[in-house]
């Protein structure tokens, strides 16, 4: 069943493609946008995003069984306050922001005066470029939208936000709001960090000039992020900011005991270090993707803290029964020898603190 009416209170490159997504899926019987400026209701209506605009709060959330805060974290608390009276009795709310705990704490307090139901989200989805001339219906399909209820959210109010992401082609994870802080100040808000500062780093205007015009593709795609919006990010670093040290200090940490590596022109740590990154990249994306990669859990080896120490990696070739595969391959984390429970040919490798074990089915990657 669609949504009366749907209110998106900013309307840039998620809040124009959530729009999109639900006047293209008809989804929504109006899909309402609330912006600063006039000229973005001409944009956000030439690219299909809103069916009406409005500079007017209390027009636009007015009769909304759905809203939606499409603007930075640091600005969601004010406006909720200022439009809360103006929501229709029973109003969903829900965000699209990348900071959980803060923010939700405060959003929480104020609606608990009204019988609007808050229920924070963040879809792992977006780019660089901002704007809703950039707004795409499918920006959403496949995504990972995380959903983080309280433990005062009524359950209806979670059905509808799940229900709402789901239609949009979303895969719906329930997390804890500072769980969801934790995980995402390393996932999404260090790499923001480390390309920012790359960018810092390598196009210093005192620089030599030619440095820059060296920069090819692999520079390219490192900085992408970096050039994302900027009071956007601003919020997110500042409300996160406990989470986004920790994660920079264990980053600075690596960093550094590979700086000593390299200094020391130590080639076994070095090659660890980067074979430990390209087979972790390469598992990440391939699971990702579906593709050839069977896991089993990871565990702390308690020999290895750190990173560099560990034996590299350890080839078997082994046959046998596909039920017994995944007990040992846990056997072999636990110090029992490893038996494969296919034919072809997997590895183990000890690095980083970490042994890390997988199957490649035969075949891949020849």
Sequence with gaps: MPWEKVTLIGVGLLGGSIGCALRKKGLAELVVGYVRRESTIAEAKDCEAIDHGTLDLPEAVGGADLIILCTPVG??????EKMLWDCRAGALLTDVGSVKAEVGAKISEIVAQSSVAFVGSHPMAGAEKTGVARSSAELFEGAVCIMTPGPETPQEATDGVRRFWNSLGGQVVEMDPSAHDRHV?????????????????????????????????????????????????????????????????????????????????????????????????????????????DHFPSTAHPTTPGWGCGSGIKEHHQSGSDSRSSARGRDKLEGSPMEWGHSGHGFVLEDFGIWDCCWIRPGWGQ
């Excluded at 600005?75 to 909720?80: D, K, N």
């Excluded at 601003?234 to 550094?256: F, M």
Aim: glycine fraction near 6%.
């Design 75 to 80: 600005a969601m608390p004010a406006l909720v």
């Design 185 to 293: 100040s390393r996932a999404s808000h260090l790499p923001h960090v480390a390309a920012a500062l790359l960018a810092h780093e390598v196009l210093d205007p005192e620089a030599d000039s030619l440095r820059a015009s060296l920069c090819a593709t692999g520079f390219r795609d490192t900085t992408r992020i970096a050039a994302g919006d900027v009071t956007m990010w601003r919020d997110i670093l500042v409300q996160n900011s406990v989470n986004i040290g920790e994660a920079l200090d264990n980053y600075i940490g690596t960093l550094a005991k590979f700086r000593q590596a390299l200094g020391a022109k130590n080639v076994d740590q070095v090659v660890r270090f980067l074979e430990t990154a390209r087979y972790r990249r390469m598992r990440w994306e391939q699971s990702r993707d579906g593709a050839a990669w």
